[in-house]
């Protein structure tokens, strides 16, 4: 269950919308649900991205963020279908899409080097949070071995993307 305070963080907490998660733990229908949401969000911000940037190094992580979560949430939906159930909408993904929302009104205003760093650092902060929460919250409380399993793969993507943000806001020497 999501409690109250989560949901008022999360929409405070919109710079990088992925919140803390809640105090008790999710099912693993929320679990996925909010994995994909996330994962969804993310692809958003590369669209924007490589519709504003020009930076080439910009466009070319935000391309792999395209590519790779796509191919996470493609996966989270194969194996949805094979299971037969359907993911549970819950408190932390709304939070999570009104905070990308916002987010993504803020980035579309900006451009140039403002909007790479504001990206890239964004990008950094959120896969920092992500990666957090799988790895401290999703995988311990999933009972379904196929989706930890594909919460063990994604988390090592993750982790190499959040790798590359850290280096691309170093290379755009953003403040």
């Not at 920092?128 to 009972?143: A, M």
């Amino acid at each position: 269950m999501i409690n109250k305070k989560l949901i008022a963080t999360a929409i405070l907490a919109t710079s990088f919308a992925m919140p803390a998660i809640a105090e008790e733990p999710m099912n693993d229908l929320e679990i996925a649900h909010t994995a994909y949401t996330a994962g969804q969000i993310d692809i958003r911000y590369a669209h924007l991205a490589l519709a504003l940037s020009e930076n080439e190094e910009v466009r070319a992580f935000a391309a792999t963020m395209v590519r790779d979560h796509s191919a996470v949430n493609d996966a989270a939906g194969a194996l949805i279908t094979e299971l037969n159930v359907t993911p549970q909408d819950n408190g932390l993904s709304q939070a999570l899409v009104k905070g990308a929302a916002e987010k993504v009104e803020e980035l579309a205003g900006l451009r140039g080097k403002s909007f790479d760093c504001a990206y890239a650092t964004n990008e950094l902060g959120y896969h920092q949070v992500v990666n957090q929460t799988v790895e401290g919250n999703f995988i311990p409380n999933v009972t379904v071995e196929p989706l930890k399993a594909l919460l063990v793969d994604a988390l090592a993507t993750f982790k190499q993307h959040e790798k590359h943000a850290e280096n691309m806001v170093s290379q755009l020497s953003c403040s």
